[in-house]
């Protein structure tokens, strides 16, 4: 079950919320467990016990270092309790990669291959982990307290709302609100209305490049218009994708009673590629911040400690996003390498670049970085690197011009659209507060769920890129 589904958004949805309001407010979290819980459950009952038996570990671990007499206890006792999180995300994520490098070695020297069978992944587990890690460190470090109750720091570590990609929502932010919340009218207009946008962003952006960005990612030897169109059209798939379930999460917190942070905000207008990643999945990126980047030492020891700590922390949250292929490690590392050569140049008193052409390499970076990310494969994406830097002619070839349609390219300019729109936001701003200006304000993102909607009945639901990680 998806949100961008007509299961949720006919029978899961509707039945939950009518449960939830009916409720007395002490009962609540209660409600949300269970119901997070069946959703979770919907794709697999095993991979549920899994999640149950993470909570109840995230839970009482929580206890049980808030409990350490000394300080040096709580530092053992953190240890084991992370270590068994990530242990259990590494044997789901990257047991498969590494058996199959294993086999690849073992290949040349004629060696037969190990027996294995494969492992699938869990929904969410990425995600699942790094709140019960930073959950732990928190209590750790005394920020937080530790939850007495195991149904509030359930509702907390599995509501469905953001349970499967994120927002990455740290205890910290929803403590009090866990405790007690408010559901009006005003939260849950608010609430449907991000629910709506983002919505649309999924759907007729998103879904609709999406058939199109398979296809010239399968082609063997991409033209240069090919590759490009292909990694264009990625590089909005994936921020109206991600986005879009972003805002969905946010929207239906919001009518819940909870109030997340944003989670972008306009990456692609980013001036360089630190403003990137202040722009760019925020809950991840001060995650890495915050219980990476800063426990390994951040910036305090030196510049070249600085850079090292960077390269390693964009190494290992691009390890984070995949287990399937290398790719993603070498998409970490190059961001590690782009901002490392950003920090040098800033602090090396070097010729400032101008704005624009900041802007427009920062993207160019980000779009060939794209490329590693979405490619199956680190041989697939040299066969797109190939066709970026014209190795294999210039112009569409005809496997792409048989399945280009309209709707691809009026799908890719609303992206566009909306992307650069920011831009002119403090002219909208400016505009007289008509009854027009209102309404336009209270329709469109109507008009943009009910098309979402009859596309999602004829055509079916599309899961969300970030479920595989």
């Known amino acids: 079950m998806v949100f961008a589904s ?26 949300l467990l269970v119901c997070s819980w069946f959703f979770y459950g ?47 995300l590494c044997w789901y994520k990257y047991a498969n990669i590494v058996v199959e490098s294993l086999d690849n070695l073992l290949a040349l020297g004629h060696a037969a291959p190990i027996p294995w069978r494969h492992v699938a992944l869990p929904i969410g587990l990425s995600f699942i982990v790094l709140q019960s890690i930073s959950y732990l460190i928190d209590v750790q470090r005394g920020t937080v307290p530790a939850d007495r109750s195991a149904i509030r720091y359930g509702a907390y ?3 469905f709302v953001h349970l ?33 946008i983002g919505m649309s962003m999924k759907v007729l952006v998103a879904d609709t490049l999406s058939p199109m960005i398979d296809a010239i990612f399968s082609l063997h030897a991409p033209t240069l218009a090919d590759a490009w169109l292909g990694c264009g059209f990625y590089t909005l798939q ?30 692609y207008l980013a001036s360089s590629i630190q403003d990137f990643w202040r722009r760019w999945h925020l809950s991840l990126s001060s995650w890495i911040r915050d219980y ?18 960077l390269l390693l922390t964009m190494a290992i949250a691009g390890l984070w996003h995949g287990g399937d292929s290398w790719n993603f490690l070498l998409w970490g590392t190059a961001h590690g390498v782009a901002l490392t050569i950003a920090r040098v140049w800033r602090r090396g008193a070097l010729p400032a670049v101008p704005a624009w052409v900041s802007r427009v390499l920062t993207l160019v970076f980000v779009m060939l970085a794209w490329t590693l990310f979405r490619a199956v494969g680190f041989h697939a994406a040299l066969a797109m690197y190939r066709g970026q830097f014209g190795l294999n002619g210039i112009g ?74």
């Open 6 to 31: 007509l299961e949720f958004l006919t029978l899961f949805l509707p039945a939950f919320l009518a449960v939830y309001v009916a409720s007395p407010a002490r009962w609540r979290n209660a409600v």
């Open 42 to 88: 919907w794709w697999s009952p095993v991979f549920l016990l899994l999640f149950i038996a993470l909570t109840f570990w995230g839970w009482l671990g929580g206890i049980v270092i808030d409990r350490a007499p000394t300080p040096r206890a709580r530092g053992v006792w953190l240890a084991l309790f992370i270590a068994v999180n990530v242990l259990t």
């Open 157 to 159: 570590q599995g509501m």
């Open 164 to 196: 499967i990609a994120g927002p990455i929502i740290r205890y910290a932010w929803v403590k009090r609100e866990l405790v007690s919340r408010e559901v009006d009218w005003d939260g849950f207009t608010a609430g449907a209305r991000r629910l709506m």
């Open 238 to 267: 994936l921020f109206f994708d991600f986005a879009g379930y972003s805002a969905m999460a946010i929207g239906l917190g919001q009518i819940l009673g909870f109030r997340f942070p944003e989670n972008f905000n306009h990456p």
């Open 292 to 309: 990476l980047y800063i426990p390994l030492g951040g910036n305090r020891h030196g510049e070249w400690k600085a850079c090292r700590n």
């Open 396 to 469: 569409l070839s005809d496997a792409t011009l048989v399945l280009l349609r309209p709707a691809h390219a009026l799908a890719a300019a609303l992206g566009v659209v909306c992307v650069v729109l920011p831009l002119w936001q403090a002219r909208w701003d400016r505009l007289p507060d008509t009854a027009a200006r209102r309404i336009w304000q209270a329709c469109w993102p109507l008009a943009g769920f009910l098309l979402s909607f009859g596309l999602i009945a004829a055509r079916g639901a599309v899961p969300f890129l970030y479920f595989q990680f």
